[in-house]
């Protein structure tokens, strides 16, 4: 999955936070904020499901989100330092951070040795 599909995601997936946390801090029910959400952004409801969990956001998707959502044209496709981790990362640094802290210097090195192996290898 290419950088653009998680970023994309994972700023879809901070509007629609945003969007019920605004909706809840107005008095508003959880139960039917993601079809209001989809209905925001012109989606169906089962489109949005499908883009929370696996469908890409093409171009025009992106843009017609951005638009509906009052946000400049690319806003989807910038890396946010400050977006929530997805479950799956946060999944990922509990267990990072359990390794580090039953780790002794060594292993704590060995860890940080073969993530930036990984790093200089993907980049």
Do not use: C, H, V
């Amino acid at each position: 999955m290419s950088n653009i599909t998680l970023t994309r995601r994972q700023n879809a997936l901070a509007l629609f936070q945003d969007y019920a946390e605004k909706a809840l801090a107005s008095g508003g029910s959880p139960k039917g904020l993601e079809q209001s959400f989809a209905s925001t952004l012109q989606i169906s409801p089962s489109m949005w499901s499908q883009i929370k969990s696996s469908r890409p956001i093409g171009d025009k998707l992106a843009r017609q989100i951005e638009s509906a959502s009052g946000k400049p044209s690319g806003w989807l496709d910038e890396l946010r330092k400050d977006a929530a981790p997805t479950a799956a990362e946060a999944a990922f640094l509990e267990l990072a951070l359990a390794a580090w802290r039953a780790s002794n210097g060594a292993g704590r090195r060995a860890m940080r040795d073969q993530l930036k192996g990984f790093l200089s290898a993907s980049g």
